[in-house]
């Protein structure tokens, strides 16, 4: 996924309290620093700030990050030498999804038969809907032009 240009994640979306690896190939990389570090942290007040040195590659530099808890994921590069890639003073921001509690089960929390069920039901549903639209496309050009025939039995061709 490439959220902006010189900086890909290895995932669709960013969800708090998961991992992700992201890859920097923007102006540091492309000035040949030796070394790049990360510096990031989450929401407006970029709580939990940390600094990671990130690993060289024919890529560009890459770094795997636990995000935390947030609205935003807030980072910046430097080179170690005062030289930062900070967005032009506007750092990079992106949002961070919430986890989906409702698909999670903790291990001390019994599973409820009903939301089991619920999923069961959903998934069966989403199924007939998917073959009824799967009919509607597939048949309905042919009704509509007259080349639909049903196939007639063996007893109704002799």
């Not at 990671?52 to 795997?64: S, Y």
């Not at 910046?76 to 999670?104: A, H, M, R, S, T």
């Amino acid at each position: 996924m490439e959220l902006t240009k010189n900086i890909f994640f290895n995932t669709d979306k960013l969800v708090e309290n998961s991992k992700v690896k992201i890859s920097y190939t923007g102006k540091l990389f492309q000035e040949v620093a030796e070394k790049v570090s990360i510096h990031y942290g989450f929401g407006l007040n970029w709580d939990n700030i940390n600094d990671i040195e990130m690993e060289k590659t024919d890529l560009g530099f890459q770094a795997e990050i636990e995000l935390g808890e947030g609205d935003t994921f807030n980072f910046c590069f430097n080179d170690g030498n005062g030289n930062w890639d900070n967005n032009d003073g506007q750092n990079y921001i992106f949002p961070l999804e919430k986890v989906q509690k409702e698909l999670l089960v903790l291990e001390d929390e019994p599973v409820s038969l009903g939301s089991a069920r619920k999923l069961r039901r959903s998934y069966l549903w989403s199924k007939k809907v998917r073959l009824a639209v799967y009919k509607i496309i597939t048949y309905l050009p042919k009704i509509i032009s007259g080349n639909y025939k049903r196939k007639l039995s063996n007893n109704e061709n002799n």
